[in-house]
């Protein structure tokens, strides 16, 4: 007998994995109870990357330096690399 298609994703998912179905739209949604129809689309849910946060030395020429003490600290999404937040360090 041949093993279900999605066989290994059903054992991921005993095993405690989060599972995602594509939906009709094209978007993956959390499925906490699958009904792992052969003709969806599942995966394992993928671990959010972290944001980035980097601190600079701000001069009031608008140059940067690195430096154990900085004034400015700036947030980026780590999924998207867009700049969620600026903040003036005092």
Request: net charge negative; charged share 25%.
């Amino acid at each position: 007998m041949k093993p279900h298609k999605h066989s290994e994703l059903i054992k991921a998912w005993a095993d405690g994995a989060e599972i995602q179905v594509l939906n009709y739209s094209g978007e993956w949604g959390d499925a906490p109870n699958p009904y792992w129809a052969e003709h969806y689309e599942y995966r394992i849910k993928p671990k959010p990357k972290p944001d980035i946060v980097v601190s600079r030395w701000v001069f009031k020429d608008g140059s940067t330096a690195q430096s154990s003490q900085s004034n400015v600290k700036y947030t980026f999404d780590g999924e998207t690399g867009e700049l969620k937040s600026a903040e003036v360090l005092t």
